[in-house]
């Protein structure tokens, strides 16, 4: 099932198929493309050629329509996006800026719905959820 993921700020959509197009700049300055996995749980992604981001290093995502800020203003390090589901409900995705730390969170209706990724327990999770 491709998830439809829509940009907070302007509310378009970030897909190109089962893909998550967003643009990035690490705190050095270098700017990008980012390809992302649109499952939730699968880390794998791509960038555009000159963008070279080293393990650890965090990346500012902003979208590639209004170029607006995805990061959360609830926690430094996370970004946010929202996915729409099948019955058009708006669930927030909370996923990390830091290049290689795989954790993302799932909250829908002020509730953690689901969590993923090796790192999830690295921000708490019931803080997210707290904090919206």
Known sequence: MNAKYICPKCRNSVNVGNQILLTGKTETGLKGLVLLSGELGDYNSAFSEDFTIVEGNKVKFTCPICHGSL????HKNLAQLIQ???ENNEIKVFFSEIYGEKCTYEVF?????RTFGDHKNTYRPDWIVENL
Not at 71 to 74: D, F, G, I
Not at 109 to 113: E, V
């Open 71 to 74: 990061s959360s203003r609830k």
């Open 84 to 86: 729409v589901d099948s």
């Open 109 to 113: 209706d002020k509730q953690l719905k």
